[in-house]
């Protein structure tokens, strides 16, 4: 079964979208799911079976489309970031998990960064 993430997302203008984020076995997003409402969502984010667990997101992780995954690599290695997880297809890169460090965060921040079509 594939972990689902409630959104609400108000932009600048006020306007709320809510949308469940569906996430395969390696934490990849595979489909974006559409509410009407918080209400919709909430109920479709309930769990199927009795004694499953609802998943509770507590962190966001920004998915950045690139022309060229290697030489992002590159660059954010400069700003501190390291390959934690890639996915490859003809012998290239064509999306990674970097994470940066900082001291006064030890657990870091994560970006992913995937090649466009």
Do not use: K
Not at 5 to 27: E, K
Not at 44 to 71: H, I, K, M, R, T
């Amino acid at each position: 079964m594939a972990d689902r993430i409630a959104l609400s997302v108000a932009d600048p203008a006020g306007n709320v979208t809510h949308q469940h984020v569906v996430l395969d076995g390696d934490g990849r997003i595979i489909a974006i799911l559409d509410h009407p409402d918080a209400a919709s969502a909430e109920a479709d984010l309930a769990p199927a079976a009795a004694g499953a667990a609802a998943v509770v997101a507590d962190a966001l992780v920004p998915f950045v489309q690139v022309a060229d995954v290697e030489a992002s690599i590159v660059f954010y290695a400069l700003l501190g970031f390291e390959v934690v997880r890639e996915h490859r297809s003809a012998d290239r890169r064509v999306w990674a998990w970097l994470r940066g460090r900082r001291i006064d965060d030890p657990d870091g921040y994560c970006l992913m960064v995937a090649e466009r079509d």
